[in-house]
C-alpha cells in the first residue's frame, strides 16, 4: 500500500530536491568537505543517482554549506568539490540539474540556510514550470524536513535517528529508496 502510494506520488511529483551530506555523500562529523579528495558518496549513491534520473524531470541538490562563511573553505572550492560530484555522478549515468547552494553563516540574519526556503525559491525562479506541491525533498536532517514540509513537498528521511518533524517516508539510504521506486 505505501509502495503504490509513493509510486502514484512520483508520477506527480516531477522534482526531486535532495540535500547533499548525508544524503550523497559521508557527512564528516563536527567538519566540512573541503576538497574532492574529501568528498566520499554514501554507499550505492551514484547507482541511486542513475536509477532516479529517468523518474524525475528535474533533481536539484539543496546545501547548507557554512564552511565557506566561516572561512574554512572558498567559493573556489566548493565549486571544485560541486565538479567533482556531477562528473562522478554522470560517469554513473546519473544527473543533478542544479545545484543551490548557501554558504551563510548559521547566525546571519536572513540567511538564505535550510530550513528557510530561499534555495526553493531560486529553484522556482529558475525553473518556472516546477510545482512543490509535486516535488519530493530528501534529507537526513530536521531542517531538509522543515524545509520541504514549508514548501508542501512530501518529505523522504534517510536515517534512523528520530526526528521531531513529521516525514512522509522513512529509508535507510539514498539508494534504498530509489530502488523502492524503480521495483
Known sequence: MIKKKILTTVKDRKTLFLDRDGVINIRLL?????????????????????MLAPLFDYIFVVTNQQGVGLSRMSEHDLEEVHQYMMQEIGKAGGRIDQIYSCTDLQ??????????????????NDFPDIKFSHAIMVGDTESDMLFGRTMGMCCVYIGSEPIETTTDYRFDSLYDFALYLST
Open 107 to 124: 547566525n546571519k540574519p536572513d540567511n538564505c540556510r535550510k530550513p528557510g526556503t530561499k534555495m526553493a525559491e531560486q529553484a522556482l
Open 30 to 50: 563536527n567538519d566540512y568537505v573541503c576538497s574532492p579528495n574529501e568528498f566520499v558518496f554514501c554507499p550505492n549513491a551514484r547507482e541511486a543517482l542513475r
